[in-house]
């Protein structure tokens, strides 16, 4: 079996593999935690597709004759590390904002490599379909909760995981340079 | 008055561990090794005991006991 991926490649595919299973495992524990809500229903959609993310991916590694590699932190471990433990529902809600940003502008930044394998070109397109949704449910539920939480509460939340993502995103380019620059995926922020 | 007790065995049941384990002194760090889990965790019991924590209110909290005393100084006023 040839692979039709170089190294840096199914790293990086195998890294968005385990950050979708991660945000899947993420939203479908609070999924059973949260009380019966708009909340709790839109986060089950949103937890089912990072479940379907994260078969995406397998299932596109697969079709390119390789094998996801098993790394070990995702993504979002590093994030809860530098911004903090977010304590309730709003914070999660702010906190997966910026995430889902942040996910949204790296697959559209990696969409737009030459000469990308079709395969790789379509799995990217089918996840963003979902990703622009998962960003206007979780602004809208941001939105609703002004009362209960305060509009100043949230835009400070949001404020600050912002900055913890610059941070993370920065640390996470620089540790991974040379796999990145050789995919021809430069840094947009 | 919050019941810490309950507070801890629930703790033990959402963390899948034996409730003897669950003392004031337990760091949670060592208790939950995955971030993900304290989230929950957290969100667990201010549902159950009918509490609000911010971010703000844990940096503080490094023990079971620690988590206790922020979740009895939030609780909602009907509760
Ligand atoms: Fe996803
Ligand atoms: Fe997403």
Redesign the interface.
């Given at each position: 079996m040839t692979t039709k991926l170089n190294e840096n490649e199914l790293w990086l595919l195998s890294f968005y593999r385990t950050s979708e299973i991660?945000g899947a495992?993420?939203f479908g524990?609070?999924c059973k935690?949260?009380?019966s809500s708009a909340v709790q229903h839109d986060m089950s959609k949103h937890f089912s597709d990072e479940a379907h993310h994260a078969w995406l991916w397998t299932d596109c590694i697969a079709k390119l004759k390789a094998q996801p590699l098993k790394l070990a932190d995702s993504y979002?471990?590093q994030y809860?590390?530098a911004a903090?433990?977010?304590?309730?529902?709003m914070?999660?809600l702010a906190i997966t904002h910026v995430f889902e940003k942040r996910v949204i502008r790296q697959y559209a930044l990696h969409s737009r490599v030459p000469d990308l394998q079709p395969e790789i070109k379509e799995t990217l397109s089918a996840i963003m379909q979902d990703e622009r949704w998962h960003l206007e449910w979780v602004k809208n539920a941001l939105q609703s909760m002004e009362n209960e939480f305060g509009k100043e509460?949230i835009e400070q939340?949001l404020q600050?995981f912002l900055q913890a993502d610059e941070e993370v995103y920065a640390k996470t380019m620089k540790e991974h340079e040379e796999r990145v620059h050789g995919l021809g995926i430069l840094a947009g922020r | 008055m919050l019941d810490r007790s309950a507070v801890k065995f629930k703790i033990a049941s959402v963390l899948q561990v034996q409730p003897e384990l669950i003392v004031e002194e337990a760091i949670l760090n060592e208790l939950v090794v995955d971030?993900?889990?304290?989230?929950?965790l957290?969100?667990?019991l201010?549902?159950e005991f009918s509490c609000?924590?911010?971010?703000e209110?844990?940096?503080s909290v490094r023990t079971v006991g620690d988590l206790i005393q922020q979740l009895e100084l939030h609780r909602f006023a009907a509760a």
């Open positions: 991660s495992l993420f524990r609070l935690t949260l009380k979002q471990d809860i590390s903090g433990l977010p304590a309730n529902i914070e999660i509460n939340a600050r | 971030s993900f889990i304290l989230v929950d957290v969100i667990e201010q549902e609000r924590l911010n971010q209110n844990l940096k």
